[in-house]
């Protein structure tokens, strides 16, 4: 399920393929942003917004491949659609192996493409609601004090309250109370999710 707002951004610089494709996914439901300059759509790209982006391989100003790196160094998760006029087999791997979710031939089926709409979609949602998750986490560690980051990540790495307390130069006691008002800013109740949510942020033991 595609999320509210979600747009497909149609690129390329042939308009009767933009209008033919426009009218296609219209009429199935979609909401659709058309461009026949690919640099005007890297400038004008707004990652935030959920969607996808079908671009065309053979551009003259810019091809495809060109504007997926582009989207990639920028930061952009946003799912890629190749659509092409001809089977290229180097390019496909080229894409495929960049994390395009399909690659296509023009004329492009209806069901194919709604059908890699779908996959795209899902991607799409499930990239944003990571980041979402991933962002809580990281405002969630940034409550935490010098000395309870420390104690978590000697946690995480399957210490001991004593251990921690030797090896921070304190006391087993003040390691409880750091521990607990850690666990309680994190919102985890065990080691094992304490673990996972680390994780998640790419924080590893001491």
């Given at each position: 399920m595609a999320e509210a707002?979600?747009?497909t951004f149609l690129v390329d610089d042939d308009p009767a393929v933009l209008r033919s494709i426009a009218r296609l996914l219209s009429a199935a439901g979609y909401?659709?942003?058309?461009?026949?300059?690919p640099r005007k759509f890297l400038v004008a790209d707004?990652?935030?917004v959920p969607g996808c982006a079908i671009i065309d391989l053979a551009m003259a100003e810019l091809d495809g491949l060109a504007v997926q790196q582009a989207l990639i160094s920028s930061g952009s998760n946003r799912p890629i659609i190749f659509l092409t006029g001809r089977g290229d087999v180097s390019s496909t791997v080229k894409a495929m192996k960049a994390g395009a979710v399909d690659f296509l031939t023009k004329p492009v089926e209806r069901a194919a493409l709604?059908?890699?709409?779908?996959?795209?979609a899902e991607l799409d949602t499930a990239s944003r609601q990571k980041r979402r998750e991933t962002?809580?986490?990281?405002?969630?560690?940034?409550?935490?004090t010098h000395r309870e980051r420390q104690v978590l990540e000697h946690v995480i790495s399957g210490r001991l309250n004593k251990q921690i307390a030797a090896s921070l130069g304190t006391v087993e006691k003040?390691?409880?109370v750091h521990r607990g008002r850690m666990m309680a800013k994190l919102g985890v109740r065990s080691v094992a999710?304490?673990?996972?949510?680390?994780?998640?942020v790419a924080i590893g033991p001491v």
């Open positions: 707002g979600f747009t909401k659709t942003k058309s461009f026949s300059s707004d990652p935030t709604l059908s890699a709409l779908t996959r795209a962002a809580s986490i990281g405002e969630r560690i940034d409550t935490l003040t390691v409880k999710d304490l673990v996972r949510l680390a994780e998640k």
